[in-house]
């Protein structure tokens, strides 16, 4: 990594590998490491890996940043990002380093996880999971929507013990809130630089055009509906529950394993937004499921009617508008930073399917927060809002 241009894919993926064979040559000296499939991701960089025979996956962040922002050149050019890169990497607050620690202490809690097996230098080494992610589960038995979500719930009421809160309170990962992320993304000079950037190397001019329009709006209302007050004390949240992250392998009758935790702080609606906002996508850019859409979005309306059974009738409808708003921002973020990849960066298997179902994703989110800008009492907005994935879904 040379010069004073922006980095570039492959010299990102070069320093990643590289750092990657240092750090288990450290934990593991003389144990011979070879790298397996690399596992596409816009967060960081991911190898299947096999260490002594054992295998592994394996990964490095960019100074904690989507690998998008780096390769748009926030973090600066590629000299400045290898330079940095070599400090962050040795801070005990990098965000592996947080990872790590909070991988061990909800396995000591009880929760089920993908175990870290190493960590060194910036680089976290995890053991495998294998089985159905809540994703495949839904799409192989929708009628089970409602129940599957609620488990993945429920195996983490762990969250709250007080060994876990301790943790949080000293290595925290915010990076991941669906708010904090929002807001880094579209306020300001550099929300107005991120939205120029929308679709460039992933959509032709016409559609490019259509999606940043219909983004800008939705984004413009967000920025507004966003300033309801909280509601209620803080939790401790997973941070990033989508349903890729939740996986069965020994079925769905038992506890589900959880991989990539971000905890923090946050309001108690946060992971419940995020569960909805990823099913709603799966369920619209990948129709292959054994049933009717309208059979998920039931699961879902019963689902969050469980999370909101204790609530009295005003602190219900405040939080269904909660939710809402954060299920929209979450939507908001995944589609715009595919939009905004650069072609040159490998992209999930699913990431296409939001790509190609671009128009149809904005066309929700018009919809939705227009309603809600409105003023919509929040049961009848998410009643609308529900009808409107299953018709986004049935298209």
Known sequence: MTGTALPQTADLFALSADRIHRAADALWPGEP????????????????????GRSVFAKDSILGLSLVSVLRGVAGDRDTVRAAQAAYASSPGSLLAREAAQLRVLDAAGVRVGRCTGYTAGVLFTEPVTGPTLADLIAKDPARTGDLLAAAVTALEALQRPQVAALVDSAAIPERSIDGTFRRKFNGVSGRLYMSRLGVDRLDERS???????????????????????IGPTVIVYGDLKPEHILWPDGPAEAPVFIDPGLSRGPAHHDIAKLVSRTVLALI??????????????????????QTRPLGGAMRGLWLRRLLVTWLMDTVNILSTYLSAPATLPLPEHAQAVIDQAEALCTLLDLVSATLAAGTAPDTAWLLALRTVTRAAAR
């Open 208 to 230: 490019r055009q259509g999606v940043a329009a219909v983004v800008g709006v939705v984004v413009a209302r967000l920025l507004k509906l966003r300033l309801t007050p909280p």
């Open 33 to 52: 490491l070879t790298l397996g499939d690399h596992v596409p991701s816009v967060t960081g960089y991911v190898h299947r890996a096999s260490i002594g």
């Open 285 to 306: 850019t990948a129709p292959h499921m054994d049933g009717p859409a309208v059979t998920v979005a039931d699961g879902i309306a019963a689902f969050v009617a469980g």
